[in-house]
């Protein structure tokens, strides 16, 4: 199994930033994506940001030009710079990781979420 670690959220005034950090680990074979979702209250869940192995990054309309995604290929590890929050920022932020993991020698497609970390922007 594979496990996903996210930590840095908390309460900021509406200007200011915080940064995520999301540490995967467990029975990784290769990760080719990583990104970040999230989830305000009485709201679906969705993309806000997401990095490929390859350099690529795609974000959500609401968040470009504000918040940076970021990753450390070789300690499994995505990031979010979130700047100039808004109070719409407000969510639980979880982390994503696709790819494969490996369990006795059995290779096989892996899509693991971390359990969330609450982000809280004041006006």
């Known amino acids: 199994q594979v496990q996903l670690v996210e930590s840095g959220g908390g309460l900021v005034q509406a200007g200011g930033s915080l940064r995520l950090s999301c540490a995967a680990s467990?029975?990784?074979?290769?990760?080719?994506?990583m990104g970040w979702h999230r989830q305000a209250p009485g709201k679906q869940r969705e993309l806000v940001a997401a990095?490929?192995?390859?350099?690529?990054?795609n974000y959500a309309d609401s968040v470009k030009g504000r918040f940076t995604i970021s990753r450390d290929n070789a300690k499994n590890t995505v990031y979010l710079q979130m700047n100039s929050l808004k109070p719409e920022d407000t969510a639980v932020y979880y982390c994503?990781?696709?790819?494969?993991?490996?369990?006795?020698?059995?290779?096989?497609?892996?899509?693991?979420w971390g359990q969330g970390t609450l982000v809280t922007v004041s006006s």
């Open positions: 994503n990781a696709e790819g494969y993991s490996e369990v006795a020698g059995t290779i096989d497609v892996m899509e693991a």
């Open positions: 467990g029975s990784i074979f290769s990760i080719n994506a």
């Open positions: 990095a490929t192995n390859g350099g690529s990054t």
